[in-house]
């Protein structure tokens, strides 16, 4: 079992940002997934970035040049820079955390954007 604790969420104007965070605990393997994902009132979750073990990245189209994500393996969490903030970034992002077929999914936490 893995378990995904996140925290940073919160109300930011247009053009702000917020730091997400997320620690992992429990069966962590050596080799992971982990990333965000999000989801907007009456739309479906949508991957926002994730990171591997080895440092590869993948970022949304939506939030390239503004999100950045980043891991510390030795303490198991994963961060999400958001810069440059939209009303459309409005959703609860989730954290996620896959190896093999099995994947894990945090409480999720809200970002509010007001313009």
């Known amino acids: 079992q893995v378990q995904l604790v996140e925290s940073g969420g919160g109300l930011v104007q247009a053009g702000g940002s917020l730091r997400l965070s997320c620690a992992a605990s429990?069966?962590?393997?050596?080799?992971?997934?982990m990333g965000w994902h999000r989801q907007a009132p009456g739309k479906q979750r949508e991957l926002v970035a994730q990171?591997?073990?080895?440092?590869?990245?993948k970022l949304a189209d939506s939030v390239k040049g503004r999100f950045t994500i980043s891991r510390d393996n030795a303490k198991k969490t994963v961060s999400l820079q958001m810069n440059s903030l939209k009303p459309e970034d409005t959703a609860v992002y989730y954290c996620r955390y896959s190896w093999g077929s099995s994947a894990y999914w945090g409480q999720g936490t809200q970002v509010t954007v007001s313009s």
């Open positions: 429990g069966s962590i393997f050596s080799t992971y997934v």
């Open positions: 990171v591997t073990s080895n440092g590869v990245t």
